[in-house]
């Protein structure tokens, strides 16, 4: 079965550093999407980032840029010039057959004025 | 394009009682989910449809909890006898099907926070 795990119940850092919130999976499928949701206190899942298995380049969409290692089959998010309203919980998702999505237990971010 | 629509935001229901809630998905997406989170936990998969076909559920979903996507538009999830347990929050997302779409997200609504007194 796939697993997304996420070993980082809590992460804290500076405003304006750079801070990489861990993800590891685990498929037996050679082709797979993986991606980062962002969820405030509102409670909204908000979509950041998609990376596919056959994909050669790192994605990154802004400030937002992930890390894969598929020999490690981990998928870490880097967040640069962390921002006061990044402060949320973040979740890793691997897309499974039919399209749902397995979550990880998450991350909650605070960031440091 | 508003998004993913949920109602009620909040129910708060007595242990025993039937609720129901609805999701209004993106309108050109013929994939709808249903996701359950508890609190400190990521969301967990209860069943999806494609347009008005329900192709998978999940052993999460007991024989209380039923869903429906009628004319493959909205969705309802109801859930009979409700119980102490089902206090969490229900998110629905949508997605689309369509060849190609493979790196398309899933969007998500703001959920329906249930809870059971």
């Known amino acids: 079965a796939q697993k997304i795990t996420q070993t980082q119940p809590g992460m804290f850092v500076q405003e304006k550093e750079a801070v990489t919130l861990d993800c590891t999976y685990d498929t037996s499928d050679q082709s797979y999407g993986l991606f980062w949701y962002k969820q405030p206190s509102s409670g909204e899942m908000i979509f950041l980032i998609y990376?596919?298995?056959?994909?050669?380049q790192n994605a990154t969409e802004g400030r937002y840029s992930l890390n894969f290692q598929k020999a490690r089959k981990s998928a870490n998010l880097v967040i640069s010039a962390s921002q006061l309203g990044d402060s949320a919980m973040y979740f890793c998702a691997m897309r499974e057959m039919g399209g749902k999505l397995i979550f990880g237990q998450g991350t909650e971010l605070s960031v440091k004025p | 394009d508003t998004g993913v629509s949920q109602d009620p935001r909040h129910k708060i229901t007595k242990r025993g009682q039937n609720v129901t809630f609805r999701c209004d998905p993106i309108?050109?997406?013929?994939?709808l989910y249903w996701y359950r989170q508890t609190l400190g936990q990521g969301p967990e998969f209860l069943t999806y449809?494609?347009?008005?076909?329900?192709?998978?559920k999940s052993r999460l979903l007991s024989d209380r909890f039923s869903a429906e996507r009628p004319k493959g538009s909205f969705s309802t999830l109801e859930i009979q006898r409700t119980e102490q347990g089902d206090s969490a929050m229900y998110l629905c997302a949508s997605s689309s099907a369509e060849q190609g779409s493979s790196n398309q997200p899933q969007h998500f609504g703001d959920g329906t926070r249930l809870s059971i007194l």
């Open positions: 990376q596919g298995s056959y994909d050669e």
């Open positions: 449809f494609q347009n008005e076909a329900q192709l998978e």
């Open positions: 309108s050109e997406h013929n994939r």
